[in-house]
């Protein structure tokens, strides 16, 4: 029996991929926890960005529960507005940066607008915020999302955040560098793999097995050739979150 939550799990797996560093645009919910634990271990220069206008060079003292909170904007390195932040995004200074999305599908295209028809939606979802910015500008794109068959698609019904497109050199061709690096789901990570960049099973988490993941995928979920386990948090990194999220708000 595992000794944390799948939250926590997500959490560090996404702080993993922060870079010592890197300036990384930190988006809403787990995100935010993610790049204070990153900050307490292994990055210890990562620079956070956030949508509202905040430029931080270290977690914030106080809970946040919205990027917006009071204790984000205390001590904050920079605190400005929306249209200087995501004029770094367009200068080339954006690292990573995470979002999240009601669907996403094998070629990173993530949804955040509409389920069904664009003129007679079933669902209409918030939209985009700063997302399609991100996924479009950042170095390198980073997804976190439940990991269940109608969110992970055969094909997104709306493209709302670009990944590669249609696969292949697509992305390029619209003139777009960077992309989709890693989709850390409750089930799994997937990253892009091979000439179509399609996404690929990387690591299962401990509790869960390969069939059932792709059972949960919308499309013909193909594995990479060195498929593992997601590796569990370490002490090091528990301590960290339980630092971050003292009440366990965000770690399930």
């Known amino acids: 029996m595992a000794d944390y939550s799948i939250q926590e799990l997500m959490i560090v797996a996404a702080a993993r991929e922060i870079r010592d560093g890197e300036v990384v645009f930190v988006g809403m919910r787990l995100p935010i926890t993610a790049y204070g634990v990153a900050r307490l271990t292994h990055a210890p220069n990562a620079v956070g960005l956030f949508e509202c206008g905040i430029v931080r060079y270290g977690p914030a003292d106080g809970m946040l529960y919205t990027m917006g909170d009071p204790p984000n904007q205390l001590g904050a390195a920079w605190a400005t507005g929306l249209v200087q932040v995501m004029s770094l995004l367009q200068r080339g200074r954006v690292d990573a940066g995470f979002i999240g999305g009601a669907e996403i599908d094998r070629f990173g295209n993530i949804n955040t607008s509409y389920i069904g028809d664009i003129e007679n939606p079933t669902i209409k979802l918030p939209g985009s915020g700063g997302a399609a910015d991100i996924a479009a500008m950042s170095k390198r794109l980073l997804a976190i999302m439940n990991h269940e ?6 094909r997104v019904d709306y ?50 097995d390969v069939d059932e993941v792709r059972g949960h995928t919308g499309w013909d979920l193909k594995l990479l050739p060195e498929l593992d386990e997601t590796p569990p948090p370490t002490a090091e990194e528990l301590a960290a979150l339980h630092e971050i999220d003292k009440d366990g708000f965000w770690r399930g």
């Open 149 to 154: 068959k109608r969110r992970l698609v055969q």
């Open 159 to 208: 493209v709302t955040s670009p990944g590669y497109l249609d696969g292949g050199e697509s992305r390029k061709k619209a003139g777009l560098d960077g992309g989709p690096a890693a989709v850390i789901t409750d089930r799994a990570i997937l990253r892009p793999h091979g000439p179509e960049s399609e996404l690929h099973l990387a690591s299962v988490h401990e509790g869960h």
